[in-house]
């Protein structure tokens, strides 16, 4: 199909200093928790989105010097000639497809802890980043920079420049911004010098003006020059001669970096989770930039839609596109668009599971592409699939996330699938979810995959098809894959962290009440011992329906792992605002249907409150009768023609969505691709065959 001329812009070559991006497509520099330790999965991981169209393709965050040293968090370093090869895998790969390599040099200053080197962290006066998230909390604090030890860092930047100059990159970054060195000379806060370095705005713009500069006379014209710098904190300060701190840093700059590379403070507020912020939620602060400046500038905003990336360009907010998120979730976006394919873009949902991977220190894992991270480790690439080998068909069963990827996958690859599931509508899961505050953009898992399968012939699709094992030995498929799910349970959290007995009262409910249609009566305890997302859109949802609610946790906070996804601020901040109680470090011990009973976690103190209601939003059982009323009835299997049943997502192992789209991808790709072990927890059709156990950790 022809590409729309609407979108013709977004396919301008855009001259950045001595290099010319193909496209205004940037892959904005992410972590991809890759490191140099996997220089292959990296390689291929940023391959796959310059092939995807993204005419610019960035490294994440490169240490210049062992001072800057984020362990255990990922990172990597051009710390010396060592370091070159490694990443020149990764510039051979990403110009193999005609785009621009761009590598984000960087010192972490405070911010890096520096638990591998040792090395005291440098900062412009001493002052800490006093982190609120054990994650990031240290107790170490940084050394005051004197200036020798400034002109230590211009000297590093400039060495690595040169180094990424020898690695092949056409874009080398000075990095000014979420708390990083030079950003820490920038703010008064970090920044209590009383030389030419502190004090007045011009002064703390100093360093990253000679950043710059050493950057410059290290790559000559061979590279552009690239200044990626945080504005949401100055543009909160007024200015003296503009009307924030952010238009004077730029003023004072304009000019000096071939590209401008504008962003926000805060994870949370950068990354920001369609929970609590739209698509182009950085414009505020960052769309003055381009009145400042001659130089291009390119800026974020999980940007998914090729009319809202023309309206940026249209309106002067940015020059280059950029993409973190969206580059993850559809590396061939660019493609797509160029191709005339854009419905078939699979949007970023915003969850920030990619973001949680990074904390883990993980390669990256996305909720709508389960190919991301695994384009090396196990060959899978976003849009080429095997052929099938046999003329087997598969049946799916159950079509929340896990069947709807498999049944794509499969489809994709050519089988012939049947996918039933019993209710009337799909999605499983999210049909109850994406119902709930700020979860509507999750959607986009249930929607992606209802496009393509509406465009694969060869899957049938059977709603209000409840089956059962005597249904399925007549249906004549190959291979049976139930996806059938999980359901909450009632289950207590006992004093050791072991599920214990629920309560034995009136009014005691689950999300599947909820997901049912039950609307509690108040007031209403959601006891949350999941502490991922669920509990806190819950209690969130009954407040807004009125009614008196409070939170209870076993956690030291609200939707504690959400720390993981950059969301959890932001979720207590709305359980705040919509009047719900919050009791963390609580353990529920009792309720009689009027009260109900809590222990603090650590101090044994015993409290009651009024409560009509609970909800407990704990632990998840797979729903497995489907898979034991057929598994009594394995010796009729052959008979029937079914070689194989197996388990996918939450039917296997409760989990996120996330973990369910990627078992289901799994067994899509690997169905006979593997002869001898088809998939874990999958039996075959013979009378002693034994289930297969597949090794996690290939
Ligand atoms: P997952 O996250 O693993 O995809 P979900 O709970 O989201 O799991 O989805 C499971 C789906 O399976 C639900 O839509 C449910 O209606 C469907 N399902 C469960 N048992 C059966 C069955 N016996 N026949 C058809 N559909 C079923
Ligand atoms: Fe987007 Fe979620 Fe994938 Fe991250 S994990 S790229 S936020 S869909």
């Not at 790969?93 to 010192?107: M, P, S």
């Not at 719900?580 to 222990?599: S, Y």
């Not at 409560?611 to 898979?627: D, K």
Request: with cysteine; charged share 20%.
């Amino acid at each position: 199909m022809a590409r729309n001329p609407r979108f013709d812009v977004l396919f301008e070559p855009v001259r950045i200093g001595p290099v010319t991006a193909p496209n205004r497509f940037y892959q904005v520099p992410h972590a991809s928790g890759m490191t140099n330790a996997l220089p292959n999965v990296r390689a291929r991981f940023r391959e796959i989105k310059a092939e995807g169209g993204w005419g610019v393709v960035c490294t994440g965050a490169v240490s210049i010097h062992p001072s800057s040293d984020d362990s255990p968090l990922p990172f990597a370093s051009l710390w010396d000639t060592r370091d070159i090869r490694n990443h020149a895998l990764m510039t051979d790969a990403v110009h193999k497809h005609g785009a621009l390599a761009g590598v984000e040099l960087w010192h972490g200053g405070a911010c890096s802890l520096n638990r591998t080197s040792r090395i005291a962290p440098v900062s412009p006066s001493g002052m800490p980043w006093l982190s609120t998230h054990l994650g990031f909390m240290g107790n170490l604090r940084p050394r005051a920079m004197d200036l020798a030890d400034i002109a230590d860092l211009v000297r590093w930047q400039a060495q690595a420049a040169r180094r990424a100059l020898a690695a092949g990159f056409d874009i080398v970054y000075v990095y000014a911004g979420m708390g990083y060195l030079p950003y820490e000379f920038l703010l008064p806060e970090y920044n209590q010098r009383t030389d030419a370095y502190g004090g007045s705005i011009a002064n703390r713009v100093r360093l990253v003006r000679e950043l710059l500069e050493a950057t410059r006379d290290a790559v000559g014209d061979r590279c552009a020059v690239a200044l990626r710098i945080s504005l949401e904190e100055l543009r909160g300060r007024p200015g003296t001669t503009a009307p924030s701190e952010a238009h004077e840093v730029v003023a004072l700059l304009a000019d000096v970096p071939d590209l401008w590379d504008v962003k926000m403070d805060s994870s949370p507020t950068d990354c920001a989770p369609s929970r609590f912020s739209p698509e182009g939620s950085h414009e505020p602060i960052i769309d003055f930039v381009k009145r400042v400046t001659k130089k291009p500038v390119v800026g974020v905003g999980r940007f998914t839609s090729p009319d809202v990336m023309v309206s940026q360009i249209k309106r002067g907010v940015l020059d280059l596109i950029g993409g973190a998120r969206p580059s993850i979730a559809d590396p061939f976006l660019p493609r797509k668009i160029d191709e005339g394919r854009e419905d078939e873009i699979r949007e970023c949902i915003g969850c920030n599971i990619c973001i949680s991977s990074w904390h883990d220190g993980v390669p990256v894992r996305c909720t709508q592409n389960p190919t991301a991270g695994e384009e090396w480790r196990r060959g899978w690439h976003p849009e080429r699939f095997a052929a099938p080998s046999s003329e087997a068909s598969v049946l799916v069963v159950g079509a929340g996330p896990a069947g709807l990827e498999c049944a794509v996958t499969l489809g994709r690859r050519g089988y012939p699938v049947t996918l039933a599931d019993r209710e009337r509508d799909f999605g499983g899961r999210m049909r109850f979810e994406t119902r709930l505050p700020g979860l509507a953009t999750w959607g986009r898992v249930l929607d992606w995959r209802m496009g393509q399968l509406r465009t694969l012939p060869n899957v049938s699709l059977y709603p209000e098809s409840a089956l059962e094992a005597l249904d399925i030995l007549g249906l004549e498929h190959t291979h049976v894959v139930l996806a059938t799910g999980a359901r909450w349970s009632r289950m207590l959290c006992g004093a050791n962290e072991f599920p214990i007995a629920p309560p034995a009262a009136p009014r005691v409910y689950t999300p599947d009440d909820l997901a049912a249609g039950v609307v509690p009566e108040g007031p209403i305890a959601v006891f949350d011992f999941d502490n991922y997302y669920l509990a806190g859109a819950i209690a969130e949802q009954l407040a807004q329906l009125g009614r008196e609610v409070c939170y209870v946790t076993t956690a030291g906070g609200v939707s504690a792992w959400t720390f993981m996804t950059n969301e959890q601020p932001l979720v207590h901040r709305a359980l705040v605002k919509a009047g719900v109680a919050i009791h963390t470090m609580q353990r529920v011990t009792g309720f009689d249907g009027e009260e109900l009973a809590l222990v603090d976690w650590f101090g044994g103190r015993e409290s009651r409150l009024p409560c009509r209601s609970l909800v407990i939003v704990g632990m998840r059982t797979p729903r497995n009768e489907l898979y034991d009323s057929l598994y009594a009835v394995s010796a009729d299997w052959k008979r029937a023609g079914i070689a194989s049943v197996t388990r996918i997502g939450d039917a296997l192992a409760p989990g996120a969505i996330v973990h369910a789209v990627h078992s289901g991808h799994r067994y899509a790709r690997e169905l006979e691709a593997h002869p001898a072990a088809p998939a874990e927890a999958s039996r075959a059709a013979s009378a002693d065959a034994m289930p297969y156990l597949r090794d996690f950790s290939t």
